[in-house]
């Protein structure tokens, strides 16, 4: 179906921070599959445990113990705080998890009829739940009717959570991204987080974080929530996860995760051994490499670059990110800055239109930042 606006070019081998085309041409890549390839394309360790799990064991069931998964539970309890976790394939079915959980907890509260404070300009997905809980009305244009129970605020606003007297009985979770990604590299003032935490310590409300675009290491950190030192009740989880093999997790406090039990939820292909052996092997290697540490480094030097190149310029409004996730906003729609990039061969993109969004692979080499850093700026400003 044409459900996407391709761009003429097909890729046939990677290597590292880059792709190669069909005519052998070779391109630097900005933005690993969308922060999915943070290990870079073909990372030889993860296709070796791949291979040699395809060979041993490629898919069980969840009706049977999966030691793979069980072990790649441990690690990511071990690494975000959190107790439990359920294994799904992407984002968007990991988002269906935790508004899944956030319902039934309502339900358990004796709450009926349960809304979910969601935000404006958010993305979660495009399965129906998560596109009502997307705060983009182009994202669902079209598919009415929406699911119920989810209210929309401004975000980055902690005072907008004043203003909700009349669903307030009703609200069970707060969702949303720690730094919105399709809504343009959106990064909330520093407190805003823990200030969400405090609200929702007070009014007996989940906090809900959609860590699917900048979770392992993107941001410096495992997690962005990290940075504020605060511990959300429902973490999910997809993209780099598996560095490209399909896997996607929601994790929980005990408190929270206790309320599902069997027959809550399911997903047959969900944390299998092959999909749980990628995962772990992904861990291993960022853990290793350290590099929530060299993603926060690069991330700096970039911006710090960026501004002292572009900062004085008009067309630029703001330059914005945190560790690998690198936004530059521009005055009007720059979308053209995509193909203009690709004959520099250099693989960027654009969100909200008028964002330059940046998402290198976490393993680029000191060249190969200075490289992105300065076509961009020659393509910003030859704009
Ligand atoms: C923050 C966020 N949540 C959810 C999703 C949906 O993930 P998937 O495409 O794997 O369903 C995305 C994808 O871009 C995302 O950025």
């Not at 968007?92 to 979910?116: F, G, L, S, W």
């Not at 009415?144 to 203003?163: C, E, M, Q, T, W």
């Not at 936004?327 to 720059?334: K, Q, S, T, V, Y």
Request: net charge neutral.
């Amino acid at each position: 179906m044409s459900t996407y606006q391709r761009m003429d070019i097909g890729f046939e081998s990677g290597h590292g921070a880059w792709l190669v085309d069909q005519r052998g041409e070779r391109y630097l890549d900005a933005l690993s599959g969308v922060a999915v390839c943070s290990l870079g394309h073909a990372n030889p360790e993860i296709a070796g445990v791949i291979a040699k799990q395809a060979g041993r064991l490629i898919h069980t069931s969840n009706l049977y113990r999966i030691p793979l998964q069980e072990k790649l539970a441990d690690r990511l309890t071990g690494i975000s705080g959190l107790d439990k976790v359920f294994f799904c394939n992407s984002g968007a079915e990991a988002n269906e998890t935790a508004i899944k959980i956030c319902r039934k907890y309502a339900h358990h509260k004796q709450v009926e009829d349960p809304v979910i404070v969601v935000m404006n300009g958010s993305f979660h997905g495009r399965t129906m739940s998560t596109l009502s809980a997307t705060g983009n009305p182009a994202i669902q244009a079209g598919f009415s009717p929406l699911l119920a129970g989810f209210r929309h605020v401004p975000y980055d606003d902690i005072n907008a959570l004043d203003k909700l007297d009349d669903v307030r009985k009703r609200i069970v979770a707060v969702m949303l991204e720690p730094i919105q990604g399709e809504g343009g590299v959106v990064v909330p003032t520093p407190g805003y987080l823990q200030a969400l935490r405090e609200i929702c310590n007070q009014n007996g409300w989940l906090l809900a974080l959609d860590e699917v675009q900048t979770g392992m290491c993107r941001t410096g950190a495992w997690f962005a929530y990290q940075h504020e030192n605060i511990l959300p009740d429902v973490v999910t989880l997809a993209k780099s996860l598996g560095n490209g093999l399909p896997i996607g997790a929601c994790l929980a406090s005990e408190a929270v995760a206790e309320i599902m039990v069997p027959g809550s939820h399911g997903s047959t292909f969900g944390g299998n051994p092959l999909a749980s052996a990628a995962a772990l092997a992904v861990i291993e290697s960022m853990s290793r490499q350290k590099l929530a540490g060299r993603a926060g480094e690069l991330g700096t030097i970039m911006l710090k670059r960026f501004g002292d190149e572009l900062g004085r310029l008009d067309k630029v409004v703001e330059i914005r990110g945190k560790g690998l996730m690198i936004g530059i906003e521009l005055a009007g729609d720059c979308t053209e800055l995509v193909g203009q990039a690709l004959k520099q061969r250099l693989l960027i993109n654009v969100a909200a239109k008028r964002v330059v969004r940046l998402l290198p692979p976490l393993i680029i080499s000191d060249d190969e930042m200075n490289q992105i850093v300065d076509t961009v700026c020659l393509l910003i400003k030859s704009l």
